[in-house]
């Protein structure tokens, strides 16, 4: 099993995310430690959800970076939180930048970089995860208390992308890292 240069085990579950910049990043942070003390967050909304690589790494990670120039940084703005019906997942909704994002993902989920989700892609910031559905309940009336407390901009500029891959801890390790640039920029 490969080893990042910090000496951790990695297995072949790769993602590309979003950091949520300070303060919301670091609201988000601590409301899910509060919601799940043991959680070891880094706010962030995912554009490819974990996934297996079926190619080098360096494979994908070169496929994203042809990729990368067809996209601007973009807004996004969180908005309510909800429970995923299934999962019951509790996350804030996407509220402006949803369809960046889903075309973002269409376009990045092809060739080395193709998996099939369980679930159909849904733009959101994840802020309790493995629970049963009471548990969920209750740390969503939590969540949905803090975040009306919340008096500070609501929303982040993207304006860049991390390839991770996680550990046998489910930890997350940056890989590669790729900014986004204005059309002007581009020419």
């Known amino acids: 099993m490969p080893c990042d240069s910090s000496g951790q085990d990695l297995v072949n579950s790769f993602a590309l995310v979003t950091y949520i910049p300070d303060p919301l990043g670091k609201f988000l942070d601590d409301l899910r430690r ?5 959680c070891v ?10 996934r297996p690589l079926c190619a080098a790494r360096e494979d994908a990670i070169e496929a994203i970076r042809l990729l990368i120039p067809d996209f601007s940084p973009f807004e996004i703005r969180a908005g ?8 019951d997942v509790v996350y804030l909704t996407i509220e402006e930048g949803r369809t960046r994002l889903l075309q973002m993902y269409r376009a990045l989920n092809t060739g080395h970089l193709r998996f099939q989700e369980l679930f159909p892609y849904h733009p959101h910031i994840t802020l309790a995860q493995n629970l049963t559905h009471d548990q969920a309940v209750e740390l969503a009336a939590i969540a949905r208390r803090r ?10 500029q993207v304006e860049s992308l991390s390839f991770v891959q996680s550990t046998v801890r489910n930890l997350w ?8 640039e204005p059309a002007s920029v581009r020419g």
């Open 34 to 38: 509060e919601l799940i003390p043991a």
């Open 41 to 50: 967050p880094h706010a962030h909304v995912t554009i490819l959800p974990p």
């Open 80 to 87: 309510e939180t909800l429970i995923f019906p299934v999962s």
């Open 147 to 156: 975040w009306s407390e919340y008096k500070f901009q609501r929303g982040f």
């Open 173 to 180: 390790v940056d890989l590669e890292h790729f900014q986004l």
